[in-house]
């Protein structure tokens, strides 16, 4: 039982390229979400998602994207990166309110 | 505005002593209440949650939380702390529609053998 599993786990971009980050959870959880981790900040939500085709902006949704085409799948796209976006990202998925599973992350550097 | 604070940022500790660390939230209901660790290079892990009934839960490793309402806390305690249990901590509140957990700025709890 894989639970949470995001690609890739490392990743250096230019300023200006783009990227997918993948969730995929294998619980038939319905409720997926993003969040980046920054020193001193805690996790902030970036976006979440309450179902297969649904999504909704979190805290810091600028300069993000995100699909839930299927329901196991959540992905996170950044069209034009920039360096404030270098973070560690975590997915993690729910069934409702009994607390979250998440993936390892994915350390993202931007230069 | 809902928030969870963790007043402290950095707290060590010596092996076999007593920890507590501290979260107070901020939210217009009585909320779910979750803490959090997370051991370097890892995603976090559930330690322990409140929804109702008895203030005082037990989690896995050996930690328990206490609910007071009146103070709008949630400290995590451990009686005897191991080496292993070095690492941060977050403490979450939630009870949005969709399941969105709000985190606090985490701790990091250092071990001195």
């Known amino acids: 039982n894989a639970g949470v599993t995001q690609t890739p786990k490392f990743r250096v971009l230019k300023t200006g390229q783009s990227m997918t980050l993948l969730c995929a959870q294998d619980?038939?959880?319905?409720?997926m979400y993003w969040y980046r981790q920054d020193p001193g900040m805690g996790l902030r939500l970036i976006h979440y998602?309450?179902?297969?085709?649904?999504?909704a902006k979190g805290e810091v949704p600028d300069g993000y994207n995100v699909s839930r085409l299927k329901k196991q799948n959540f992905l996170l796209g950044l069209e034009s990166a920039a360096p404030s976006q270098t973070s560690v990202y975590f997915c993690?998925?729910?069934?409702?309110?009994?607390?979250?599973?998440f993936g390892s992350g994915t350390r993202l550097t931007v230069v | 505005a809902q928030s969870v604070t963790q007043p402290d940022i950095h707290i060590t500790v010596s092996e076999g002593a007593s920890l507590e660390l501290r979260c107070n939230y901020s939210?217009?209901?009585?909320?779910?209440l979750f803490w959090y660790v997370q051991s370097p290079g890892q995603g976090l892990q559930l330690l322990l949650k409140?929804?109702?009934?008895?203030?005082l839960v037990q989690g896995i490793k050996g930690f328990e939380a206490e609910f007071k309402r009146s103070q709008s806390s949630f400290n995590l305690r451990k009686p005897s702390v191991h080496w292993s249990d070095a690492a941060e901590y977050f403490c979450?509140?939630?009870?949005?529609?969709?399941?969105?957990?709000?985190f606090g700025q985490g701790t990091e709890l250092s071990v001195k053998p």
């Open positions: 993690a998925s729910s069934y409702s309110y009994y607390g979250y599973t």
């Open positions: 979450a509140v939630g009870r949005t529609q969709g399941g969105k957990l709000i």
């Open positions: 409140y929804f109702s009934g008895d203030t």
């Open positions: 998602s309450v179902g297969e085709g649904t999504t």
């Open positions: 619980m038939n959880h319905e409720y």
């Open positions: 939210y217009g209901a009585t909320p779910y």
